[in-house]
């Protein structure tokens, strides 16, 4: 008997280390899906979680770069919040396709919660959806953002990525991937942005957990087992 639960308090040991190891990192300000392609359109979703114990966030600052210019930016209607975007001039003006002229670029948009009951409480995450184009022929956008919680506190996810660490706050980035055949690109139809495409409907933390759900089964049939094993023995 003594052997038997031995035996069942490893194995317990063993499947809390990979709960341990399986258990998601800090969450942090993202835009998903977190490809695109160059020169056409993209619906995105910036996805924000509420990571304090006990605030709620009440407003999302989201920059866009101003080296690449987007002309073309919607936004989808989020129940209980309002959008605003804000536009600044540009230097020169650019050409915005179907022979139009574009003088000014969209600098960020700032969604504010319209009451308490619509903010993110710490057990909540938000999405906001964008669509916007043309893309330009970069290989990333950066999207710097700002997270304000009720209590006043403002979180900057403005931190780029360096080579071998990731950052605290590192900014949500957009990587552009250029068309994979620009001449079959060239006779299709312009996408207008409105068309939905693919977004990360959070697969992977669904995945986790579904994971964790099994690792947690799959311990509890040990045990009992471990328990029958120790009954027979005796």
């Known amino acids: 008997m003594r052997k038997a639960w031995t035996r069942a308090l490893v194995v317990a040991a063993a499947a809390a280390g990979l709960l341990l190891v399986a258990a998601p990192a800090s969450a942090h300000v993202t835009v998903n899906p977190r490809e695109a392609t160059q020169g056409g359109y993209a619906r995105v979703v910036f996805r924000v979680p509420s990571e304090s114990d006990t605030a709620s ?38 050409e915005g396709g179907h022979g139009t002229t574009v003088t ?3 600098a960020s948009i700032t969604w504010t919660a319209d009451d308490e009951e619509a903010a993110l409480s710490p057990e909540e995450f938000g999405e906001f959806p964008v669509s916007m184009g043309p893309l330009p022929e970069v290989d990333h ?52 942005g409105l068309t939905a495409s693919p977004v990360d409907d959070g697969g992977d933390s669904a995945g986790v957990w579904l994971g964790l759900a099994g690792l947690v089964a799959g311990l509890a049939g040990l045990v009992l087992g471990g328990l029958a094993f120790a009954r027979t023995r005796r």
């Open 57 to 94: 966030t009440t407003r999302v600052e989201v920059h866009f770069p101003e080296e690449t210019p987007l002309t073309s930016v919607r936004v989808q209607p989020v129940p209980g919040w309002t959008a605003e975007i804000t536009r600044e001039a540009l230097d020169e003006p650019i």
């Open 104 to 106: 000014e670029r969209v």
């Open 141 to 192: 956008l950066v999207f710097p953002a700002l997270q304000t919680y009720s209590d006043g506190t403002v979180v900057r996810w403005i931190e780029l990525p360096e080579e071998g660490s990731e950052p605290e706050r590192p900014a949500p980035v957009l990587t552009l991937l250029p068309p994979e055949d620009e001449e079959s690109a060239a006779e299709e139809p312009q996408d207008d």
